[in-house]
């Protein structure tokens, strides 16, 4: 069984920074693409970040030049850099990745549960 397990959410003053961490654990063979969602209430979820297994990341309008995503194959971990953050920000962040168990089977994508990150004014 996988799992996807964030940290690093929090309440932060507007301006400031925070930096999520979501480590994948089980029995992965490989992680592909990996990324951040976020959801605030009321809203749909949405796309803050991705980044291949190559390295190259991709972000939503709202997070180039303040959110950088980064990733450790290693550990199995992706991180979200979150700088300059706003009220707007506040909602609750989900990691996702597309995870192969075992040669010749289909990719999986798991999420997260969730991390709250509270910005306020």
């Known amino acids: 069984q996988v799992q996807l397990v964030e940290s690093g959410g929090g309440l932060v003053q507007a301006g400031g920074s925070l930096r999520l961490s979501c480590s994948a654990s089980?029995?992965?063979?490989?992680?592909?693409?990996m990324g951040w969602y976020r959801q605030a209430p009321g809203k749909q979820r949405e796309l803050v970040a991705g980044i291949d297994s190559g390295g190259s990341a991709n972000y939503a309008d709202f997070a180039k030049g303040r959110f950088i995503i980064s990733r450790d194959s290693a550990k199995n971990t992706v991180y979200l850099q979150m700088n300059r953050l706003s009220p707007d920000d506040t909602a609750v962040y989900y990691c996702?990745?597309?995870?192969?168990?075992?040669?010749?089977?289909?990719?999986?994508?798991?999420w997260g549960q969730g991390t709250q990150v509270t910005v306020s004014s």
């Open positions: 996702n990745a597309y995870i192969r168990l075992q040669w010749g089977t289909p990719w999986q994508n798991a």
């Open positions: 089980g029995s992965i063979l490989r992680l592909s693409a």
